[in-house]
């Protein structure tokens, strides 16, 4: 099976961690392994480089982290959830990659 390059997805990283974090707030294991299953195991996000988005997200108002228990009181994490700044970001990003997708595929070969 073809896995998705780091280089090729890189700049959506950031999107792709906001989209989960639209509904609710979210834990770095968890949302790696939606990124994971989402992708059908097509592109798995390294943890160095999951952590340095959040890093990088927290510090442009993206999102804003809390500490949080595990279920059933288990080990303690740290919880992150979007912004209303983040929101914004994360929808200029999804125009910017329907126009990304509609120039690319104007040179790229379907082959019968």
Do not use: H
Not at 9 to 22: E, F, Q, S, V
Not at 76 to 104: A, D, F, M, N, P
């Amino acid at each position: 099976m073809a896995v998705i390059s780091s280089d090729i997805i890189r700049g959506y990283n950031d999107t792709m961690i906001l989209y989960l974090l639209l509904d609710k707030p979210s834990y770095g294991y968890e949302i790696s392994k939606q990124i994971k299953a989402l992708s059908n195991d097509k592109y798995v996000m390294k943890e160095t480089t999951l952590y340095s988005a959040f890093t990088r997200m927290e510090k442009n108002g993206y999102i804003t982290s809390f500490p949080g228990m595990g279920d059933n009181g288990g080990k303690k994490r740290t919880y992150y959830q979007i912004t209303e700044s983040g929101r914004t970001y994360y929808r200029s990003k999804c125009e910017e990659w329907e126009l990304t997708k509609e120039v690319v595929e104007k040179f790229i070969v379907k082959e019968n």
